[in-house]
């Protein structure tokens, strides 16, 4: 796998994009407001904002993507999800963020909310994010000439979603994305190099033509790894949770360095760009891109 089958063309330095989340607190809003600032400084291609993720109110997001909109020079990115929501609704607030100046998205289900799950029916009853990306397609297409240009970001699942049945399906599923209209796609997190770069091998094989961005997070606590753990649908690396238990549960610098190492296999097997999950702090990002020598 090199560079030119993700991308379509050699990139001369490799990009990276980072993804934070609304403040659940005054005193977290003020820590955020400075950590987006040394994040936006360090100059990625852009800023995503969760949405609705762990039972954060939707209208933080939208706060905090204006307040990047404003006070930074990054580029905001909006998670967009459509759990629990009809189809107007979600028609009137795509074009209410088109309305705040902000015209990329990344077009997702959205998690289940709390006290549900995968199979319940609000859930299993709401757009899916393919359906969702052609409403953004449509609501741009509505706007007025020239003045919608951004893009639309799918989610993909290097080990698979919960709902996959199997891997050939979930690129066929990611196909179907694409075709509706996803021009990059933003993977869920992972452990091991090795499971992007088959997936991404395996995608290309089938003909997809878009970015795919994988997405890595340095966790600083046990808790953190666990976390990933679960989402990334596979267990830890051993001896990352091993030296975070020795640590006492907090280590930063061991998240920095297996994030640092797993990069590195990344943009070395052809990853045209990482997304870095922030957790809302700068700093272990920021140590990543640097040793990585993506700064400046
Ligand atoms: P979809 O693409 O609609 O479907 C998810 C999966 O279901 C597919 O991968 C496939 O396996 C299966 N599937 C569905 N329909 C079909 C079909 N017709 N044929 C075959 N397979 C099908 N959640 C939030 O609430 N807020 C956020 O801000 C947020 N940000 C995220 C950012 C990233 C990068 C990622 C990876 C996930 C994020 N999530 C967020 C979580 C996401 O919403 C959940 O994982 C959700 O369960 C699936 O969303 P999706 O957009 O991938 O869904």
Redesign the pocket.
């Known amino acids: 796998m090199n560079a030119t089958l993700l991308t379509g063309s050699a990139p001369t330095r490799a990009r990276f994009s980072f993804?934070v989340?609304p403040a659940r607190s005054g005193a977290a809003a003020l820590a955020l407001g400075n950590s987006v600032q040394h994040l936006s400084a360090a100059g990625p291609d852009f800023i995503?904002?969760?949405?609705?993720?762990?039972g954060?109110h939707r209208d933080a997001?939208l706060d905090l993507l204006a307040y990047l909109r404003d006070h930074t020079d990054a580029l905001p990115l909006a998670?967009?999800?459509?759990?629990g929501e009809s189809r107007e609704v979600i028609r009137e607030t795509i074009h209410r963020i088109l309305d705040a100046g902000i015209h990329d998205f990344?077009?997702?289900?959205?998690?289940?909310p709390r006290g549900s799950d995968?199979a319940s029916p609000l859930?299993a009853g709401?757009?899916?994010?393919?359906?969702?990306t052609e409403l953004i397609s449509e609501a741009r297409a509505e706007r007025p000439a020239f003045t919608s240009v951004g893009r639309t970001?799918?989610?993909?699942?290097p080990n698979?979603?919960?709902?996959?049945?199997g891997q050939s399906?979930?690129i066929?599923?990611?196909l179907?994305?694409e075709a509706a209209g996803a021009q990059f796609?933003?993977?869920?997190?992972f452990f091991r190099a090795e499971e992007y770069l088959s997936f991404a091998d395996a995608a290309r094989t089938a003909g997809l033509r878009m970015p795919l961005l994988p997405?890595l997070m340095p966790v600083s606590t046990s808790g953190q790894l666990r976390k990933v753990a679960s989402?990334a649908g596979r267990p830890a690396p051993v001896l990352l949770e091993r030296s975070l238990e020795e640590a006492g549960g907090y280590a930063p610098e061991l998240g920095v360095e297996h994030t640092i190492s797993l990069a590195r296999e990344l943009l070395a097997g052809g990853a045209p760009s990482i997304?870095l999950?922030t957790f809302n702090r700068h700093e272990q990002v920021l140590a990543v891109l640097g040793e990585l020598d993506l700064l400046g």
């Open positions: 993804e989340f995503s904002v969760t949405y609705g993720a762990n954060s997001s998670h967009l999800t459509t759990v990344l077009a997702l289900r959205g998690d289940p995968e859930v709401s757009l899916s994010a393919l359906e969702l970001a799918v989610a993909a699942y698979g979603h919960p709902l996959s049945q399906a979930d066929d599923w990611l179907a994305k796609a933003i993977t869920q997190l997405g989402l997304h999950y």
